[in-house]
């Protein structure tokens, strides 16, 4: 992350803190799916129209998540660069 200093013109985005924050969010999801499975929770046999519905929104929006949002430039930061030459 040489260039993360560089990434928001202002030099105001918590790269460090947000990564921390998706690395305890998805260790907590972690550890929810793991409990889940120890405690013998099955997925369903089929699924519902309405939740492969469900299912397209949510792809949706985790990947403008992802291309978009502050919280998560810390993935995005070593592979861009500001506009200033």
Same mark, same amino acid.
């Given at each position: ?6 990434y928001? *013109?202002?030099? *105001?985005? =918590? %790269? ?9 969010? #998805? ?7 793991? %409990?889940?499975?120890?405690?013998g929770?099955? %997925? =369903?046999?089929?699924?519902? =129209?309405? *939740?492969v519905?469900?299912?397209?929104? #949510? ?20 592979? #861009?660069?500001? @506009?200033? @030459?």
């Amino acid at each position: 992350m040489a260039d993360a200093g560089q990434y928001d *013109d202002q030099g *105001d985005v =918590p %790269l460090a803190g947000y990564a921390v924050l998706a690395s305890v969010f #998805t260790a907590s999801a972690g550890a929810y799916a793991v %409990l889940a499975r120890r405690r013998g929770v099955r %997925l =369903p046999q089929e699924f519902p =129209p309405w *939740d492969v519905v469900l299912l397209d929104a #949510t792809t949706y929006k985790v990947s403008r998540l992802l291309a978009r949002d502050k919280i998560t430039s810390f993935p995005r930061a070593p592979f #861009t660069r500001s @506009g200033r @030459g």
